[in-house]
């Protein structure tokens, strides 16, 4: 449940939840749609195990190129995903944060939920530890930026199933 700390992204995808499920967890698929374009994710590394990694490395045609590493905290196959920018694989505390992130961790809480019509219910939480790191993170484009990577993760998960 979202509070005064957090920031939120809810979509309905046009695609079942395996399908999302899939987009969202295999490293081919989410260099698809991790960044929003024309940025790119050239690089994906995820473990899906507590304590496993998840690395990703985004660049931009204006030369922006970034790394984050985070750790997973819960999977439950199908329907969440946990992860944190403050931890890195292993559960050991990650200093990477501050260049990575905007200069500060967060939590991330992803769920899949059926939706009617063989569609997907996706929210994205975002857990701030302090109003001005949720600030922060609102101003860098929140909304935006995760809104625009959802809509590309349903397009992915909408193609994997275009051959079914």
Not at 8 to 30: F, M, N, Q, Y
Not at 43 to 67: A, N
Not at 111 to 122: Q, R
Request: aromatic share 10%; net charge negative; with cysteine.
């Amino acid at each position: 449940m979202a509070d005064e700390l957090d920031l939120v992204v809810e979509r309905t995808l046009d695609a079942p939840r395996d399908l999302v499920w899939r987009a969202w967890t295999s490293p081919e698929h989410i260099s698809k749609w991790w960044a929003p374009r024309p940025y790119q994710t050239p690089e994906v590394e995820i473990e899906l195990v507590p304590g496993g990694i998840f690395r990703t490395r985004m660049t931009g045609p204006d030369g922006f190129d970034s790394t984050g590493t985070g750790c997973i905290l819960a999977v439950d196959e199908g329907r969440r995903i946990v992860w944190t920018s403050a931890l890195g694989p292993g559960w050991r505390p990650n200093d990477g944060f501050e260049a990575d992130c905007g200069g500060f961790p967060f939590t991330a809480i992803v769920t899949f939920e059926d939706a009617p019509g063989g569609k997907t219910l996706y929210r994205a939480l975002a857990m701030h530890r302090n109003g001005a790191d949720r600030e922060t993170h609102a101003k860098m484009g929140f909304s935006e930026g995760w809104g625009t990577c959802a809509d590309q993760l349903g397009e992915v998960a909408k193609s994997l199933g275009a051959g079914r």
